[in-house]
């Protein structure tokens, strides 16, 4: 665990130092590979279009460039729900908590948080042989994305409104199934989203041929289709757009003060 403190320690020191440049050129470069819409969207584009082209292998190939789990099993609906379930989550760490950040400390924080995320990534998880090697950045990931987490649900609800969804069950969902999951974040977003398009995400997947079993999100409602996928996709953008907006409203508040 120390080793694992002094490497997270480490890494995330450099990523904030690498924001502090004053060329403002580096500094508008960095800001950039802070965010991640173009790629998530794009690559969620690839796996609805096979699903539309009812082409599951080529799916289940596309899938696992975005997820951790095994997808060479999956059905269709098993894809859609993979599929949603990823931009819910990765509307938070790719696009919200950056931004957030970004507008809270500039590029050295947004730098620093993206670090943050990918240890959490690469080592942050409960089995072994990262139980202890990586605790201490799971539980700095948990703290940074404590609020971003909550922003990304209620950015759903917003964009479910906008998009013409059910912005009310995404709100009821989201309060009633947000805290189910082991981790304070892990389903804020995703309880909204599933509200919001009214399907049911969780359950059972393995990863590395081993089970999992997570939590049901809006239990009672239809299991996920390609559809649903698709509306997934145009919501997160929504989402996007509206992050993008306040945290360019709060820039600019910042600055005139």
Request: charged share 20%; with cysteine; glycine share 10%.
């Amino acid at each position: 665990m120390l080793a694992g403190a002094a490497l997270t320690g480490s890494v995330v020191s450099i990523a904030w130092l690498s924001g502090r440049s004053q060329n403002a050129i580096l500094q508008v470069l960095l800001a950039w590979t802070a965010l991640a819409t173009r790629s998530l969207l794009d690559e969620a584009r690839t796996v609805i279009q096979a699903l539309e082209a009812h082409d599951l292998e080529r799916a289940r190939r596309r899938l696992a460039r975005i997820v951790g789990r095994d997808t060479g099993h999956l059905s269709e609906s098993e894809i859609a729900t993979a599929v949603i379930e990823t931009l819910a989550e990765s509307s938070c760490d790719g696009i919200v908590a950056p931004l957030f950040w970004l507008a809270a400390g500039g590029v050295p924080c947004a730098m620093a948080y993206k670090a943050v995320n990918t240890l959490d990534s690469m080592i942050g998880h409960p089995e072994p042989p990262y139980r202890y090697f990586g605790r201490v950045a799971a539980r700095l990931d948990d703290a940074v994305n404590l609020v971003p987490a909550r922003l990304t649900a209620l950015g759903i609800v917003a964009g479910a409104k906008i998009r013409g969804l059910d912005a009310a069950q995404a709100r009821q969902i989201w309060r009633r199934d947000g805290g189910k999951h082991a981790s304070p974040n892990a389903g804020q977003s995703e309880a909204a989203i599933a509200g919001a398009l009214g399907v049911r995400l969780g359950g059972a997947r393995s990863y590395d041929g081993y089970p999992h079993e997570t939590p049901l999100l809006h239990a009672e409602g239809r299991p996920a289709s390609v559809q649903d996928a698709r509306a997934a996709l145009s919501l997160v953008a929504v989402v996007s757009g509206l992050a993008f907006g306040v945290a360019l409203l709060a820039v600019a508040g910042r600055r005139g003060r």
